[in-house]
């Protein structure tokens, strides 16, 4: 029997625990023996790793997170201790390793295959969608629809208050998530670090609003612009003339159970990732790209800047310069 492990590491994302319910199931299905490390590359190192069966992953299909833990590892970032880690999956027979992550957990990933020969397969999972070569990461779709739901809420008292709300979305320094919520929630505004933006110019369009008889906004920011959240409500209410409140809304983007689309993504990309191991493909990421699934090299995904698509940002321009 050849074996197999699987991690979560960097930022949990909702997707990941049918991930691990898939990849028991097809490990098993592949006659490989499944492992699961807990708690990322902390528990790598500290040999926190135990076989997975069936029952581990009964029930875990329906809860946001990860039921095995992730971590961020400074010790990682050392040749020591990666040592370490690999000398732990070895004495189990364990060379083919699923990491599911974002490009940093790749990074180290990349390292780590070049440096001990355990073949790496990994999974883009972050709720940001900012790993390059991918059009989806897993998490997604859950978070847009955990954001929808607090901006639905947020509408409903700026509506009764006569208020701006300034709602601001995870992402670094990608502006999908900002982006996508703005137009699909009826925001007047949104502003991302991918479309330049000046609030004077802003300014005139807004007042027009407000005499034409809108009596709230809803203003979408990304956490990319985040240093320019207390300029953008001090705007408001100073300059707009509208009572403002910001509402950051935080690691609740990152709860909730897994949408029906991220459990289906998470079957098919472990699907694609054992795939890849048990056909002797080494150090891939797997990429969603045009309803297709495709292997790029990992330090290619690692080391490249992710942008947005054209085409949403096309889309998107008008509601963040408000120009036409
Ligand atoms: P994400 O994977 O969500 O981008 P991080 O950027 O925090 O999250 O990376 C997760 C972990 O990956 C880090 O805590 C570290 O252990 C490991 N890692 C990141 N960059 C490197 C690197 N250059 N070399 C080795 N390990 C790294």
């Excluded at 708690?39 to 790793?49: A, F, N, T, V």
């Excluded at 990860?66 to 004495?91: C, D, H, W």
């Excluded at 990349?110 to 900012?130: L, M, Q, S, V, W």
Aim: glycine letters at 8%; proline letters at 3%.
């Amino acid at each position: 029997m050849r074996s197999i492990a699987i991690v979560c590491s960097g930022g949990d994302a909702s997707g990941m625990n049918p991930a691990l319910k898939r990849f028991v199931e097809y490990a098993i299905a592949n006659a490989c023996t499944p492992y699961f490390v807990y708690d990322g590359y902390e528990g790598l190192i500290d040999d926190r790793i135990g076989e997975a069966h069936y029952r581990d992953v009964s029930g875990i299909l329906n809860k946001g997170g990860t039921v095995i833990g992730s971590s961020r590892s400074e010790r990682f970032m050392l040749p020591k201790y990666r040592t370490q880690a690999a000398l732990n999956l070895k004495k189990r027979h364990i060379h083919m390793l699923v990491v599911l992550g974002g490009d940093g957990s790749f990074r180290g990933m990349d390292t780590f295959y070049k440096e001990h020969r355990i073949a790496c397969c990994g999974i883009p999972a972050t709720i940001d969608n900012d790993i390059f070569g991918t059009a989806y990461t897993l998490g997604v779709d859950t978070a847009l629809g955990m954001i929808r739901t607090a901006i639905d809420a947020i509408r409903d008292t700026a509506a009764s208050l006569n208020r701006a709300f300034v709602i601001e979305t995870m992402g670094r320094e990608c502006g999908y998530l900002a982006l996508v919520s703005a137009l699909t929630s009826g925001a007047e505004l949104c502003l991302v670090p991918e479309i330049p933006y000046d609030l004077q110019r802003i300014t005139p369009r807004l007042k027009q609003q407000l005499q034409e008889g809108r009596h709230y906004f809803i203003i979408i920011i990304s956490e990319g612009i985040a240093h320019d959240r207390e300029a953008i409500a001090t705007w408001l209410s100073n300059d707009v003339g509208i009572e403002t409140r910001l509402n950051v809304l935080g690691h609740l983007q990152r709860g909730g159970n897994p949408s029906v689309y991220d459990r289906l993504m998470a079957y098919r990309f472990v699907t694609y990732a054992i795939d890849a191991l048990l056909n002797g493909n080494n150090n891939s990421v797997v990429c969603y790209n045009d309803h297709t699934f495709s292997y790029r090299n990992v330090h290619d995904v690692a080391t490249t800047p992710a942008t947005v698509e054209a085409e949403l940002l096309r889309l998107a321009t008008p509601l963040c310069t408000l120009e036409h």
